[in-house]
């Protein structure tokens, strides 16, 4: 009797042979199924200390901003940064450490930004403006304000002020011959552009400062518009007048 079904394939000795399964069809993509995967590269061991460095040194900025430098914990710093204490402790075995770290970390920072600023300002047409503008950026932000906090720290911190000040200064050297070399260059005298500088740090530094006791943002920008006019006829008359004497 035959079997309606079809027979299974045999070979000459009887035995049945067995397919070879058809490849699986992979999955198209909805979206251009030519297109390669893609993978971010892994990154070094170098590069996530890196990264585990910074946000440490971050976290304690903001502390410090914060709580004063007598405030500053490192389990706190630890935790913010989101890494455990022993990661701390590898990169800065101590909060003095930490802290030298820190201020040398934040014046390379405002160093490189300040005068890549000040280059660009040579071909602006507002000068005061740009000077005014980088000064609020340092001023007004937590690096100022860490180093505010480590001046008005006790006697025991003497050493660390001492470590950390010395480099300060130094940054904050450059930085102003860096914006100088600029007024001097828009044609201004020497001397008059020391001035002009030094005034119009030393206003945004003071407006700074009143924040610790009153924070008032409209003022601010007020009498900066204020000075800026009134620096802008000053260096206009010093223009026109040594323009006048080179006739």
Do not use: C
Not at 135 to 147: E, Q, R
Not at 199 to 210: D, E, N
């Amino acid at each position: 009797m035959s079997n309606t079904k079809d027979p299974k394939p045999a070979d000459q000795s009887g035995a049945r042979i067995l397919k070879a399964p058809a490849p699986r069809q992979k999955l198209r993509s909805r979206r251009d199924s030519s297109a390669e995967p893609t993978y971010a590269p892994r990154r070094t061991q170098a590069e996530r200390s890196e990264t585990t460095r910074k946000l440490l040194l971050e976290a304690a900025a903001k502390l410090i901003r914060k709580d004063g430098f007598g405030g500053l914990r490192t389990i706190e710093v630890a935790k913010l940064a989101g890494v455990s204490r022993g990661a701390l402790l590898h990169h800065f075995p101590s909060k003095h450490a930490l802290v030298v770290e820190l201020m040398a970390y934040v014046n390379e920072m405002t160093f490189a930004q300040s005068t890549r600023r000040a280059r660009l300002a040579r071909s602006s047409g507002d000068l005061i403006g740009d000077i005014m503008d980088d000064a609020k950026d340092y001023f007004f932000g937590d690096h100022f304000f860490i180093g505010l906090a480590l001046a008005m720290s006790d006697e025991s911190t003497r050493r660390l002020r001492h470590e950390t000040s010395q480099f300060t200064r130094q940054i904050r050297f450059s930085i102003e011959a860096a914006w100088l070399d600029t007024l001097i260059a828009s044609g201004l005298p020497k001397q008059s552009a020391s001035d002009i500088l030094a005034l119009t740090l030393s206003v945004v530094r003071g407006f700074a400062v009143r924040t610790l006791i009153e924070n008032d943002p409209e003022q601010f920008t007020r009498l900066m518009g204020a000075w800026r006019m009134i620096v802008g006829q000053h260096i206009a008359a010093l223009k026109s007048k040594r323009s006048g004497k080179q006739k």
